[in-house]
């Protein structure tokens, strides 16, 4: 239960800071229309996710006694990890893009739902360890999810906050070095997953 609660803890830290097009809209439309609007936006996947996460699963659910379909979905998974680490471990500032159209929300919950990313998380990652814990307990289901979805719209509400009151704190080396970090973290879980996927693909 613990180990659950961390990795959806460290996930949600990290798909929330990670840099992509859901943070750049909550930081351009708090710079253009403030605080508030940019937590409309940081709100948006309480609302998207819920169908997303539902399909991911269904879809998993058919494949959940196949071996060899797990491993491939986990080593995606991983190399998905990896991906998205190097993109923290690369980054290296906050482009401010315009956007003088407030509509915040309708603009989050069209970015978050077009996004591919929601749904390569929960196929690759959030769907098989949701479907493995859950077999179990759903309360351990609910102790990844639930402080997964805390961080990933928690931190993007800091960030709303932080960017609303300073626009250099977002463009400091503190910033850019937890980006790095969390990096790091993310590829250590890509790793996690690949061992996964050798070991459904070998069937050991």
């Given at each position: 239960?613990?180990?659950?609660l961390i990795?959806g803890m460290v996930?949600?830290?990290?798909?929330?800071?990670s840099?992509?097009?859901?943070?750049?809209?909550?930081i351009s439309?708090?710079?253009?229309?403030?605080?508030?609007?940019?937590?409309?936006v940081?709100?948006a996947?309480?609302?998207?996710?819920?169908?997303?996460?539902?399909?991911?699963?269904?879809?998993?659910?058919?494949f959940?006694?196949m071996?060899p379909a797990?491993g491939?979905i986990?080593?995606?998974g991983g190399?998905y990890?990896f991906?998205?680490?190097?993109?923290?471990?690369?980054f290296?500032t906050v482009?401010?893009q315009e956007?003088?159209?407030?509509?915040?929300?309708?603009k989050?919950l069209?970015?978050n739902?077009?996004?591919p990313?929601?749904y390569?998380f929960?196929?690759s990652?959030?769907g098989p360890l949701?479907?493995?814990?859950?077999?179990?307990?759903?309360v351990?289901?609910a102790a990844f999810?639930?402080?997964?979805?805390l961080?990933?719209?928690?931190?993007k509400i800091?960030v709303?906050?932080v960017?609303g009151?300073?626009?250099?704190?977002?463009?400091s080396?503190?910033?850019?070095i937890?980006l790095?970090i969390?990096g790091?973290?993310l590829m250590?879980?890509?790793?996690?997953?690949?061992?996964d996927?050798?070991r459904y693909l070998?069937?050991?």
């Amino acid at each position: 239960m613990k180990s659950l609660l961390i990795t959806g803890m460290v996930l949600g830290l990290s798909a929330g800071l990670s840099p992509g097009p859901m943070l750049t809209l909550v930081i351009s439309q708090t710079l253009r229309h403030g605080i508030r609007e940019g937590v409309k936006v940081a709100l948006a996947p309480l609302l998207t996710d819920t169908p997303i996460v539902l399909a991911c699963l269904l879809f998993l659910s058919v494949f959940s006694d196949m071996r060899p379909a797990l491993g491939v979905i986990s080593m995606f998974g991983g190399f998905y990890l990896f991906y998205l680490g190097l993109n923290s471990i690369r980054f290296k500032t906050v482009d401010f893009q315009e956007d003088v159209d407030p509509k915040s929300l309708k603009k989050g919950l069209m970015v978050n739902f077009l996004n591919p990313s929601p749904y390569m998380f929960w196929v690759s990652i959030g769907g098989p360890l949701v479907i493995k814990t859950s077999s179990t307990s759903l309360v351990a289901a609910a102790a990844f999810v639930i402080p997964f979805y805390l961080l990933l719209v928690g931190s993007k509400i800091v960030v709303a906050i932080v960017s609303g009151r300073s626009r250099n704190l977002l463009k400091s080396r503190h910033y850019t070095i937890i980006l790095r970090i969390l990096g790091l973290v993310l590829m250590g879980f890509g790793v996690m997953f690949l061992k996964d996927g050798l070991r459904y693909l070998l069937g050991g």
